[in-house]
Structure formats: C-alpha cells, structure tokens
C-alpha cells in the first residue's frame, strides 16, 4: 500500500508540474460560407470539403490543398524540420515527401508571410500530423527497473525457498518437533523474502525526479530514470532544439562598389536595414533578422518601401535620396548593373548551412512612384548569410555528453547541407558524412545497421524515416535518448528507451509522448538528468544489495546455526526485528540521498569541469545491473554470515554462564554488521549516517529494556558482550571491503602474461 501510494503520488506531482507545458490554445479557422464571406470557427468543427483562407500569422487547422495562394509562407519546422518557411503555390507537386508539397498546407503549422485559400482534405487524426501522434501512440514504453528487479527476485526466490527446506531438514534431523522444524523454516523463508525492494525502485525515483525537477527537467514516467542511468546514445533533432528555429545573420560578404571601398558590417547592416520599417509581427522572417542584427545602425523607417513578397523576391525601400533593394541574390543580381557571378560564392554559403539574401542601391531623386519599376540599374553591394542558429547551450551540451561517453546523433528533416553544418558547428564528428532518409528506407536491415554505426547525421527524415532510425540504433545495442520539439518527434520520442521533449512553442504532440521535459532552452539539463540516472543506478545498486544481501546473510546464518546446535539461533520476531532495523529505513535512505558533489574528478579542464556529478557522468553508462547485484549480495551476505556467527560462537563459549547471550549476540551481531556496512557505503550521506545511528540506538533499547527484551526473546547484554558484538561487526564489515579487492589483485596476479 505504501509503496502503491508513493508511485501515485510520484505520478500526480508529475502530471500537476507539466499541465501548463502541456496546455493547447483552442485554434480557430476562417471558413468561408458564400458570397465571400467567411465566419471564425473552432478548429474541431472543420470538415472535409471545406474551404479555408489564411493570413500571417494564422495556425493551419487541418491539412488542406491550395486553391489560391499571393506570397504565401508557411513555417513547417514543426511537422517537416525545416528551418526556413516554404513558399507555397497552387501548381501541383505529384509524388513530392511532405517537405516539398508546396501545394498543400497542413495541421499546425504557421503562416508567416502572404494569403491564400484552400480546400480542407483531411482533419484529426487523418492529417499529417496526426499521423505522426498515431504512430507515437502505438509504440510500447520499454519496461524499466521493476523489471530488471523482478529478474533479481526471480533469482533470489529458490535459494530463499532452499534456505527455509534446509532450517526444516536440519532441525529434523536434530530431532525437533516437526511442527517446530516447520515453524522455523517458514520464518526464515519469509524473513529471506527482500519485500522491500518495490518501495526502494520507487522512492529512489521519486526522490531524483523530484531534484530534476527543480533544475529544470520534469519527469513524467519515473521508471524512465533507471533508462537514463543506462543511455549511451543521444539523438538529437536539429530545428528548435539544438537551434533556435529564428533566422539570425551569420555572414556579412561585402562585395564593395568597384572603388576599393567596402565598408564595415555596420556600414551593411545600416545597408540592408535602410529599406524596412521597425520589424513588427508583420514584418518577414528575413526583415526580423537583418534589423535585430543591425540595432543601433537602423535610423528608422524609410521614406517609402516596398514588403518583400515571395512572387517578387525581394523589398525595397527609399532612404535620404537612395534605393535600396534586398531580396534572393538571383533576382536582385538580374537588377545590377555589372554584376559579378555569384554562383560559387552562393554555393559556398549555402554549403554552411546558411540563406543568402544580396544587398543592392543606387541614388534616386525624391521618392519613385513604382519601386519595383525604380529597381533596376542597381550597384551589388554585398551579401547577407541567415541561418537558423544554435541554441547558446547546444555545444556545451554536446561537449559533456561526449566527455560522458555518450554518442551524439542528429536527425533531422532539413536539408543535409544544413543538418551538416548544424551538426559541424554543435561539435559531433563526422558531420560532413550525411545519410537521407530516402537512403536509409531503401537500405536492407544489414546495411541500415551499417549506416547507424558509421553515420552521425541524418537528414530528410519524415517522422516514419525518424521511427525507422530509432528502430535501427536500439537493433544495433543502442540505449537511446530521442530528443525533439515538434509532432514529427512524436512517434520516435515515444519509441526510445528516454523520450525527451524540448520546451518551445509549437504543437505539445513531442511533449506528451515524452518521458522526460525539459522546461527551458537550456539542453544542458539533459546532461544533469542522464547524471540523476547513473547516480539513482547506483543508489538502487547498493540499496538493493542491502536487502537482498543482507536477507542471504540471515539465512546462512541461521542455517549454520541449525546446523551446529539443532534449532535455529535466532526466532521469528527477532527475525522480523532485524528487516525492521536493517533494511526499511537504511536502505531507503541510501535509495533517497543526494548524490555526492565531485571533487577533483579528473576533469578540472575538461567539458564536466565544475559539474557537481562530474565522477558520475565520468564513470559511463551503467550496465549489468544484476550481475553486479548479484556480486555485491554475495559479498554483503557473507560478511553479515561471518559477524553474526562469530559473535554466536562467542556467546555459545559463555552459554552456560549467561542464558540466551548466545541467541542475543548472534541478533545484535547480525543487526550490527548490515548497519555497519551500510554506514561505510553511505559514509558522505548525513541521512544514512543518521538512519543508521537510529537503528543502533533502537536496537539498543529494545535488548537492555527488559519488557521489550522479553517480548523479542533477548537478554540483556554486559558492556564487554557488546564491545564482542561491535568487534564482530567490524570486522565482518571490513572483510566485505578488503576480501573482494585482494581476490581481484590474486587473480590479476595469476593470470599469465598475454
């Protein structure tokens, strides 16, 4: 019921923490009714066959067919990856991918720049993006530690079953009542049982996503952080997460006058700036970057201009006697006058990744009254590079996970020109070698694993193509981390072993299929949550070799107890005494405690420099949860074994002496030496070295009390029985550190050179 209780809690705090990100704004659309009018209606009330108009900045509601389109942009980035709007036409494109229908609209997307009208084709769950949430909603979570725990019961269950048919067979053997034998056996094998492994994976879950979510990472599925402790691999999407999905300038080429004289990047940016009013809402994408970039350079707006249009490829403007004209370096180069050949320099700059927009004027008198007509006898005065630039934190990002051994993917449904140069300035080798999406759906499963091996960026992708690559990296042994923004993120975010969404503005389909949200632009908070992840490894590791550890040390002993004297050293409620002190509240408090902050990792000068869990991340994906278990509860039984039977064997010398010294030594000792160890694995830990402190002192209270004492079937114990106990204990514990290290430097040392 507990452990029930905590896992809802986890839950609903979850839920309640993202119910804002997750929020939609009712969308609305513009139908027309007859006689060219048209009435606003919610988005759901669409249907096929109805006809639509669209504006700037207007949400499209449903996938439609262009029946009208006048400079019409639309920002896709959301469903296609593209970081540039699409210009749109009615001409039909017959066979196109999705990127390149420029006859069709589709859900979600965002108009920049024009009009048009078109006719509904498909609503709901039949758009585009609704496929893409369809196929995120049929992909099965990948399960995480309950599972991995449930193999270690399952391991656990028969020598726990053995140990009680042994204490059974014993204590016959020796003569004792069978009702006694059985008694006793069943105490053991109920004792043995680690039934507090369930709350341990919840409550150290719980405790880790409560710390990610005050830095900025909000869990949604908390089984998920175990996945993160395991991640090797992280794949990212390009536009909007490790971008910012807004043009910036980038480039200045100035191409001078013929006079030797170019000028300085303000005096192009003032240039390119003189046409265009003051950037508002209306204003086009291109518009918006050249005057953020240009600041204090922009004297305000022109005498007269001209918006930039699509149809007409460029604006224009008129300032202090002079026209200036900025638009596609094609069109405005048909408009100079002696214009040098830009191809290769164009092609240059589009291989970085980068728009190109040419920046042309010449004198005029007074303001012309056509300015399209007035642009033409124009002198090329340089060349402006836009592009969609990285997120401040996406080489930071890149640079830890990489010094954290995690392997970083890019996919994305931009051009690969663009995905290279992305990839090549976020600092992931091997940028240059790109693989498209056609390629990789045409490969055979043989050469698609071949191409995830060997490929780092992945240009293209449809959301079928991303689901296909994810498919692909987990074949080929992979633990993934799929991180996106947009509903083409959706379907392979869900598929991943960590689904990760990225806080922006587009459609929340990537958010609800994630596992894990990070509620800013700053993808660094991945780094810290895979940290969490490794760290909660660990916590769980040696939280549950406590348990389960421990337990094994109570029925070897007890079974070597039976086996010396006839019956079993230790009775039912001190059984149940020593789970109370030894694995509730220690082991919980191991699962629940912060991880240690890193001192001198190794690393002062390295990409985790300053990270306060620069060991962890340092020390690499955890792998083999229950062998190394396994080894651990080898260790910790045997030690708990050797201190318990020691000090039994210490109180048995004196039995005569002090009746039931033995059987309360043999307890305290077996209390002892699990808290001993616990305290020595939670050392840097307050809370485990309180816990432990707390047990000690119950456990010393109830064995001096004399009404408790009697109740749990003690003696009370004389100063030097206790320094024996404590003495056990000790070096029981210390054989659990030394014993292992020098069987691993014996063997070392044995095995043959070569």
Same mark, same amino acid.
């Given at each position: 019921?507990?452990?029930?209780?905590?896992?809802?809690?986890?839950?609903?705090?979850?839920?309640?923490?993202?119910?804002?990100?997750?929020?939609?704004?009712?969308?609305?659309?513009?139908?027309?009714?007859?006689?060219?009018?048209?009435?606003?209606?919610?988005?759901?009330?669409?249907?096929?066959?109805?006809?639509?108009?669209?504006?700037?900045?207007?949400?499209?509601?449903?996938?439609?067919?262009?029946?009208?389109?006048?400079?019409?942009?639309?920002?896709?980035?959301?469903?296609?990856?593209?970081?540039?709007?699409?210009?749109?036409?009615?001409?039909?494109?017959?066979?196109?991918?999705?990127?390149?229908?420029?006859?069709?609209?589709?859900?979600? +997307?965002?108009?920049?720049?024009?009009?048009?009208?078109?006719?509904?084709? !498909?609503?709901?769950?039949?758009?585009?993006?609704?496929?893409?949430?369809?196929?995120?909603?049929?992909?099965?979570?990948?399960?995480?530690?309950?599972?991995?725990?449930?193999?270690?019961?399952?391991?656990?269950?028969?020598?726990?079953?053995?140990?009680?048919?042994?204490?059974?067979?014993?204590?016959?053997?020796?003569?004792?009542?069978?009702?006694?034998?059985?008694?006793?056996?069943?105490?053991?094998?109920?004792?043995?049982?680690?039934?507090?492994?369930?709350?341990?994976?919840?409550?150290?879950?719980?405790?880790?996503?409560?710390?990610?979510?005050?830095? *900025?990472?909000?869990?949604?599925?908390?089984?998920?952080?175990?996945?993160?402790?395991?991640?090797?691999?992280?794949?990212?999407?390009?536009?909007?997460?490790?971008?910012?999905?807004?043009?910036?300038?980038?480039?200045?080429?100035?191409?001078?006058?013929?006079?030797?004289?170019? *000028?300085?990047?303000?005096?192009?940016?003032?240039?390119?700036?003189? *046409?265009?009013?003051?950037?508002?809402?209306?204003?086009?994408?291109?518009?918006?970057?050249?005057?953020?970039?240009?600041?204090?350079?922009?004297?305000?707006?022109?005498?007269?201009?001209?918006?930039? !249009?699509?149809?007409?490829?460029?604006?224009? *403007?008129?300032?202090?006697?002079?026209?200036?004209?900025?638009?596609?370096?094609?069109?405005?180069?048909?408009?100079?006058?002696?214009?040098?050949?830009?191809?290769?320099?164009?092609?240059?700059?589009?291989?970085?990744?980068?728009?190109?927009?040419?920046?042309?004027?010449?004198?005029?008198?007074?303001?012309?009254?056509?300015?399209?007509?007035?642009?033409?006898?124009?002198?090329?005065?340089?060349?402006?590079?836009?592009?969609?630039?990285?997120?401040?934190?996406?080489?930071?990002?890149?640079?830890?996970?990489?010094?954290?051994?995690?392997?970083?993917?890019?996919?994305?449904?931009?051009?690969?020109?663009?995905?290279?140069?992305?990839?090549?300035?976020?600092?992931?080798?091997?940028?240059?070698?790109?693989?498209?999406?056609?390629?990789?759906?045409?490969?055979?499963?043989?050469?698609?694993?071949?191409?995830?091996?060997?490929?780092?960026?992945? !240009?293209?992708?449809?959301?079928?193509?991303?689901?296909?690559?994810?498919?692909?990296?987990?074949?080929?042994?992979?633990?993934?981390?799929?991180?996106?923004?947009?509903?083409?993120?959706?379907?392979?975010?869900?598929?991943?072993?960590?689904?990760?969404?990225?806080?922006?503005?587009?459609?929340?389909?990537?958010?609800?299929?994630?596992?894990?949200?990070?509620?800013?632009?700053?993808?660094?908070?991945?780094?810290?949550?895979?940290?969490?992840?490794?760290?909660?490894?660990?916590?769980?590791?040696?939280?549950?070799?406590?348990?389960?550890?421990?337990?094994?040390?109570?029925?070897?002993?007890?079974?070597?107890?039976?086996?010396?004297?006839?019956?079993?050293?230790?009775?039912?409620?001190?059984?149940?005494?020593?789970?109370?002190?030894?694995?509730?509240?220690?082991?919980?408090?191991?699962?629940?405690?912060?991880?240690?902050?890193?001192?001198?990792?190794?690393?002062?000068?390295?990409?985790?420099?300053?990270?306060?869990?620069?060991?962890?991340?340092?020390?690499?994906?955890?792998?083999?949860?229950?062998?190394? $278990?396994?080894?651990?509860?080898?260790?910790?039984?045997?030690?708990?074994?050797?201190?318990?039977?020691?000090?039994?064997?210490?109180?048995?010398?004196?039995?005569?002496?002090?009746?039931?010294?033995?059987?309360?030594?043999?307890?305290?000792?077996?209390?002892?030496?699990?808290?001993?160890?616990?305290?020595?694995?939670?050392?840097?830990?307050?809370?485990?070295?309180?816990?432990?402190?707390?047990?000690?002192?119950?456990?010393?209270?109830?064995?001096?009390?004399?009404?408790?004492?009697?109740?749990?079937?003690?003696?009370?114990?004389?100063?030097?029985?206790?320094?024996?106990?404590?003495?056990?204990?000790?070096?029981?514990?210390?054989?659990?550190? $030394?014993?292992?290290?020098?069987?691993?430097?014996?063997?070392?040392?044995? +095995?043959?050179?070569?």
């Amino acid at each position: 019921m507990v452990n029930a209780f905590v896992s809802g809690l986890q839950r609903l705090r979850a839920e309640t923490a993202l119910e804002q990100l997750l929020l939609e704004q009712d969308r609305t659309a513009r139908r027309e009714v007859g006689n060219g009018r048209t009435e606003e209606i919610p988005a759901t009330e669409l249907r096929v066959g109805d006809v639509v108009q669209v504006g700037s900045g207007d949400l499209v509601a449903a996938d439609a067919r262009l029946l009208e389109a006048e400079d019409l942009e639309v920002d896709e980035s959301g469903l296609t990856g593209e970081s540039l709007s699409v210009g749109k036409s009615v001409a039909a494109t017959p066979g196109a991918v999705v990127a390149d229908r420029t006859c069709m609209l589709f859900d979600g +997307t965002t108009v920049v720049a024009g009009t048009g009208r078109a006719v509904v084709v !498909a609503v709901g769950q039949s758009t585009q993006a609704g496929r893409a949430t369809r196929a995120a909603g049929g992909a099965a979570p990948p399960a995480g530690v309950q599972a991995r725990l449930a193999e270690l019961t399952s391991a656990v269950l028969p020598l726990t079953l053995a140990g009680g048919g042994a204490v059974t067979l014993l204590g016959v053997l020796w003569g004792r009542p069978l009702r006694e034998a059985v008694a006793a056996g069943v105490a053991i094998a109920v004792a043995a049982v680690p039934e507090g492994l369930p709350l341990v994976a919840t409550v150290a879950q719980q405790a880790a996503a409560r710390r990610l979510s005050g830095r *900025g990472a909000v869990v949604r599925s908390a089984r998920v952080l175990e996945a993160l402790g395991r991640v090797d691999t992280v794949c990212f999407d390009k536009t909007g997460t490790l971008t910012e999905n807004r043009l910036r300038v980038a480039r200045l080429v100035p191409l001078g006058s013929g006079s030797g004289d170019e *000028g300085t990047d303000d005096d192009q940016l003032r240039l390119a700036a003189a *046409g265009m009013g003051d950037g508002d809402g209306e204003a086009h994408e291109t518009d918006r970057a050249v005057l953020d970039a240009a600041g204090d350079a922009h004297d305000g707006p022109p005498d007269a201009s001209l918006p930039f !249009a699509a149809g007409r490829g460029f604006s224009a *403007g008129v300032r202090n006697g002079r026209l200036v004209v900025k638009g596609a370096p094609e069109v405005v180069a048909r408009r100079c006058a002696d214009a040098p050949d830009l191809r290769e320099r164009i092609q240059e700059l589009a291989a970085e990744g980068l728009r190109v927009l040419a920046v042309a004027d010449r004198a005029v008198d007074g303001v012309p009254d056509d300015l399209d007509e007035a642009a033409r006898g124009l002198t090329l005065r340089g060349l402006v590079g836009l592009a969609d630039t990285l997120r401040e934190s996406s080489v930071r990002a890149v640079e830890q996970l990489r010094a954290a051994g995690v392997r970083v993917v890019v996919a994305t449904g931009d051009h690969p020109e663009t995905a290279a140069a992305i990839a090549a300035q976020a600092g992931i080798p091997d940028a240059d070698r790109v693989v498209t999406g056609t390629q990789l759906a045409r490969a055979s499963e043989s050469e698609r694993a071949r191409l995830v091996a060997d490929h780092a960026v992945f !240009a293209r992708l449809s959301p079928e193509q991303k689901v296909l690559l994810v498919g692909a990296l987990r074949r080929a042994g992979a633990t993934l981390a799929m991180t996106g923004d947009g509903v083409n993120d959706a379907a392979a975010i869900r598929l991943a072993d960590v689904g990760v969404g990225v806080e922006g503005a587009e459609s929340p389909a990537a958010r609800t299929a994630a596992d894990l949200v990070l509620t800013d632009s700053d993808l660094t908070r991945l780094v810290d949550a895979i940290a969490e992840g490794r760290a909660m490894w660990s916590r769980v590791r040696d939280a549950v070799s406590i348990l389960v550890g421990g337990n094994a040390g109570e029925v070897a002993f007890t079974v070597l107890g039976t086996a010396v004297g006839g019956r079993a050293p230790v009775g039912t409620r001190q059984l149940l005494l020593v789970n109370l002190l030894t694995d509730m509240f220690p082991a919980l408090a191991v699962a629940v405690a912060a991880p240690r902050s890193a001192n001198g990792t190794g690393d002062d000068d390295g990409p985790l420099a300053g990270h306060p869990l620069a060991a962890v991340l340092l020390a690499g994906p955890h792998s083999g949860f229950t062998r190394e $278990v396994r080894r651990m509860v080898l260790v910790r039984g045997a030690a708990t074994a050797s201190g318990a039977t020691a000090a039994w064997v210490a109180g048995r010398v004196t039995g005569p002496l002090f009746r039931g010294r033995a059987s309360t030594m043999g307890l305290a000792a077996l209390i002892a030496t699990q808290l001993v160890q616990t305290a020595w694995s939670g050392r840097h830990s307050p809370l485990v070295l309180g816990t432990v402190a707390g047990s000690f002192a119950v456990l010393l209270g109830i064995v001096q009390t004399p009404g408790l004492s009697r109740f749990f079937g003690c003696t009370p114990l004389d100063p030097v029985s206790w320094a024996v106990v404590l003495g056990c204990a000790v070096a029981g514990a210390a054989g659990a550190e $030394v014993v292992p290290g020098l069987v691993a430097r014996w063997r070392s040392a044995g +095995t043959p050179a070569g």
